[in-house]
């Protein structure tokens, strides 16, 4: 494959994704330490946690690389993982005793 | 991984067939690598059940305790991982390349890489077990945070320990012949999934549970 | 290297030692049969248990001779317990829907023919297909082990619900190590499962011969490519469930049973978990499952009524549009099955409505059979009639799902008979039938004899009044409030259904006996048939053109075939009849491709 030798070939693009990598992490290591109601707290994390997983995806696992492989990828994972989510719900009403409260 | 593994088949292998006798495969992508993606949507789906079930149990419980202190353990930790993906990437850049003793030589630094990190897990897992959190209780609150802990932390673990065993063998099969560059960066993507992980573990089992 | 990275994989010479041949092999065909042995005697074994079911439901003090020798104490004098009810209905419904209705049209069928259909020498990852079957045996063995424990298998449904399924012996007998044998054998499952899933989408996506555009894969091979996807995911997340309800079990871990659970006048020592939380990820799971069992069935008799209908369907690609609607669908739907389980009403209300959209794409297949059935000469043979009783039974089952889609009819009938009905047309009998019409069809080319055809269709009839003589009175049973999973009816409002419920026994018992004859008839074909030619059915796909029957080690000789046709030219002029094979370059009409 012709792509092949030029998208294992750059380290320099890899040291970059790896410093945004450090960078992101240490983000989250920061917000940990940031006085915010733990909703907030969740939401940022989990923003920068999928900027990361990006990230690792499109650069480390050659995603970008391959556009049709990407789609297929990200929609399926997505469409599962999204699947998944019906049951919070049930988990706020144990906290909360009733369907949509407060 | 190999379906040519010696001694288990004896008769010569037939002539590879040449590829204008089949279809292009989907995507482009070798049968191989298309498995590891399959294989690594599915262990998403595994993580992301277990992370939802803690997700659950977690917004469900009020006081849940945020006993961590230290974040340096951990820090470390995530640097390592991280380091290793980039070694990891230039262990299959030096196989593309031909460089077979830089391809070994990368890859056994990512296995390094990945002992280092199971041993501070493993040291980490020790220092809260002295602490008195156990799977069952812990002095700071529910159970579940020790169940929950654990069983996260313990299935990535064993991802770790399984990509550290795959590494070696087959860092050092390509290095005999066995295997090629396209297995070890079918093996990276494996690699780089474990670390993907990591990056959703981190925030969620830790980070999120710091002390304040 | 990459050009021919690909063509390679898969590719393994003959195996010479017995052990290699027939017992570890690697061949696709062989692990096929592998899986289609052990769906059979997992489906006698789940048939039998029925029958001692249904007889204790029709004669509730029944001693059945020998019963004993099944049960430590579940049987005093051979007459059933409550518990040992419970507990052969669990291991029934865990056997069928695992071990039968995933195993055989799915894992079975799709082994042997994929690959061919595909026309490749075998599928990319031969040691994983053979670790996938050996994975389920011995899952298998672990659930069927679970019989020899000191209190008997499981007996919580094959739902296993917590918090009962999560405390243990307190539990009550069937509770202890029965459960903690089943999450095993389960969770082994998974990994066979995984295992055939990966190799059967590479096959599909990597694997297919010069010419076979995915769009030229015969609706079988959709069938089963569409429930690999499906598969992939779902048993990956029952998979954990299982070890957190294991830990739960053995470790003593929370996370299904909430603080101050009381079962047996024990207070339980658990504290914060959820048993919705168990219910939530099984479902998530469970629902694709069902369309796990359901849609290679659809493949398999799309697929026989287009050969024996000599024309193609109304639409090929509606077809396979619709059964991949119900992959997507099958993930958004599961709570259907919690609508009483104290979930959110709300979310009732959400997963109501994806259900009913459900039936749409259902409805779409039925329409596109039925469309091209019309005005169809169909050739009646035991396949093409088994083909049509999957169709009858998917109808007679499906319409009562619109009726348990919504959650306020749905209360009133849940845990009834109505639901049990409904499952076992819908999903049991229709794949069963699936089942059949791929044993008739495929059956001369994977032995190279024929089966017999009076036998069969005998074993139709028999089969298809019969399952409706058995489940059709179960909707009645449940519309009159018959609770599913009693064992006895000792309610004064049960005491006028009990001798329905002797008729269904006596219809179980004559189903049950007329599928002897279907194994009668798979024996005696197999050493004693009459030979079967290359292309018994004027079929078109790629399996009815490999050089020998049953196909060679490498499927197609020396030689990969080259694909010039879609799947379906019947009914056209051409040399060899009315039908043009898929590796002809003739061209079959105006509007061929080749």
Known sequence: MATEATKNGAMSKDLIVYVCLLVLAAIQFVIAYQSISPTQMFTRMIVVAVIEASLALLFFMHLADNRGLLWFVVIFNVFVLFAMQYSWTDSFRISNGVPWAK | MSTTTPGEITMPMPAPAPSSLMEKPAFSVPAKKMAMWLFIIADTATFAGCLVAYGFLR????????????????????????????????????????????????????AALGIAFALLHIREWMALIDEGMTLLKNPWGTGLFGASFYSITGLHLTHVTGGVI???????????????????????????????VWMFVVPFVYLLNLAH | MHDTAHAHVGQHAAP???????????????????????????????????????????????????????????????????????????????????????????????????????GAEDMPFPHFNMMSFWVTFVAFLVLMSSFFVSDGPTLGGWTQYAPLSAVGQVGG?????????????????????????????????????????????????WGWFITSVMGLTAFAVLMP???????????????????????????????????????????????????????????????VLITNMRKPMLSHRVLV???????????????????????????????????????????????????????????????????????SMFIAGGVSGFFLAQPSIDIMLHATYFVVGHFHLVMGVAAM??????????????????????????????????????????????????????????????????????????????????????????????????????????????????????????????????????????????????????????????????
């Not at chain 3, 709300?346 to 005005?375: A, D, K, Q």
């Not at chain 3, 020998?548 to 060899?576: C, I, R």
């Open chain 2, 59 to 110: 917004n469900a419980t009020p006081n849940w305790p945020r006993p961590f202190h230290s974040i340096t353990n951990l820090a470390v930790m995530t640097f390592i991982l991280l380091t290793s993906s980039l070694t990891m990437l230039n262990g299959v850049r030096a196989a593309r390349a031909g460089n077979k003793a830089g391809a070994l030589r990368w890859t056994l630094i990512t």
């Open chain 2, 166 to 196: 795959a590494l070696i063998v087959v860092g050092l099969r390509y290095k005999g012949g066995r295997y090629n560059a396209d297995d070890l960066e079918v093996l990276g993507l494996y690699w780089h999934f474990v670390d993907l």
């Open chain 3, 16 to 118: 010479t030692s017995f052990i290699r041949k027939h017992v570890f092999s690697l061949d696709h065909k062989v692990i096929g049969k592998q899986y289609y042995g052990l769906a059979l005697a997992a489906v006698l074994i789940g048939m039998f248990l029925s029958w001692l079911m249904r007889l204790h439901l029709g004669w509730t003090n029944l001693a059945i001779p020998g019963l004993h020798l099944l049960t430590k104490n579940g049987a005093p004098g051979d007459v059933m317990t409550p518990e040992f009810y419970l507990q052969l209905m669990t291991m029934h419904a865990t056997i069928m829907v695992f071990f039968v209705l995933t195993t055989a049209p799915f894992a079975a069928f799709g082994n042997y023919f994929l690959p061919i259909q595909v």
């Open chain 3, 173 to 221: 007998p069937g509770e202890g190590a029965g459960v903690v044998l089943w999450a095993l054998s389960i969770a082994i499952f998974c990994v066979g499962q995984l295992l055939g899933s990966l190799n059967f989408i590479t096959t599909t996506l990597d694997m297919r011969t010069r010419g076979m555009s995915l769009w030229r894969l015969p609706l079988s091979a």
């Open chain 3, 241 to 303: 469930a299982c070890i957190l309800l294991i830990l739960d079990h053995v470790a003593g871990t929370s996370f299904f049973v909430p603080a101050n659970t009381v079962i047996n006048d024990q207070m339980q020592p658990h504290s914060g978990g959820s048993t919705l939380l168990w219910q939530h990820l099984f479902w998530f799971f469970g629902h694709p499952e069902v369309y796990i069992a359901i849609v290679p069935g659809m493949g398999i008799v799309s697929h």
């Open chain 3, 321 to 391: 549009y619709a059964m991949g609607a119900l992959a997507v669908l099958s993930y958004m739907v599961y709570g259907h099955h919690m609508f009483v389980s104290g979930m959110n009403p709300v979310s009732s209300l959400v997963f109501s409505f994806p259900t009913l959209v459900i039936t749409i794409p259902s409805t779409i297949v039925v329409l596109i059979w039925m469309g091209s059935l019309y005005g169809a000469k169909l050739r009646i043979n035991s396949a093409s009639l088994f083909a049509l009783g999957f169709i």
């Open chain 3, 433 to 594: 039938f699936g089942i059949f019409a791929g044993t008739y069809f495929w059956f001369p080319k994977m032995y190279g004899r024929m089966m017999n055809e009076t036998l069969g269709k005998i074993h139709f009839w028999c089969s298809f009044v019969g399952a409706y003589a058995i489940f059709m009175p179960f909707h009645y049973l449940g519309l009159a409030g018959n609770v599913r999973r009693y064992q006895a009816f000792a309610p004064e409002y049960m005491q006028h259904l009990i001798p329905l419920h002797k008729f269904i026994t006596i219809a179980a018992l004559f189903t049950g006996a007329a599928q002897l004859i279907f194994v009668y008839n798979l024996f005696v074909s197999r050493y004693k048939g009459e030979p079967a030619r290359d292309n018994p059915w004027q079929g078109t796909s790629l399996e009815w053109s490999t050089p020998t029957t049953p196909p060679p080690h490498n499927n197609f000789g020396d030689k990969l075939p080259v694909v010039y046709h879609d799947p379906f030219q019947y009914g056209v002029e051409s040399s060899t009849g009315d039908y043009v094979m898929q590796t002809s370059p003739e061209k079959a009409g105006p509007d061929d491709e080749a």
